[in-house]
Every structure is written in structure tokens, then in C-alpha cells.
């Protein structure tokens, strides 16, 4: 979650360059910052990505769903939902 705001001075050509970015991939100025911050000072290392990832493939009991299942999912979770607060929806 973003919590801190940070103020920085670039020059003309340097906003020029991360808006130019910025618009070519559909992102932020700030994405492209934040991106570039967790490129060169922090972020995962390689090596915990990878272990992230051979973790994820030996979990059990999980099983893939398409986003066109997963969206009908959720809407019949929020229909449930809605008639257990307000009773069946009228028609």
C-alpha cells in the first residue's frame, strides 16, 4: 500500500524521458519511479523470486480458474450476499 509521498526535482529532459515511458507502457510516471526504485535498492533478490516460485508450484489443493469462471464466481458471492442482507431481488 502507498503511504509516502516523495517530492524529487528532475530536469526537463528527465520528465520528458519517464512521461515518454510512461505513456508507451500504459503506466505512471510514479510506477515508472517506484519500478526503477526496486530495480537498483531493494525489492526480492533473484533467488527469493525463484523460491517464491517453487514454493507456489508445491502447494496442494489449489487449482486454476479461468478469469471468465473466477468472474462468475464472484457474481453469484455477491448475489448470495445481496439476497442474505435484503432478501430475493424483485423483478
Known sequence: MLSERLQIL????QRRRL???ARDR???VGGLVR?????RYGGFS???RIQ????MARAEGGRFVSPDELNRIVEEERDEEFE???GPRQA
Open 10 to 13: 528532475v530536469t526537463p529532459e
Open 26 to 28: 500504459g503506466a505512471s
Open 35 to 39: 519500478e526503477a526504485i526496486d530495480a
Open 19 to 21: 512521461q515518454s515511458e
Open 46 to 48: 533473484r533467488e527469493e
Open 52 to 55: 517464491a516460485v517453487e514454493e
Open 84 to 86: 442474505r442482507l435484503h
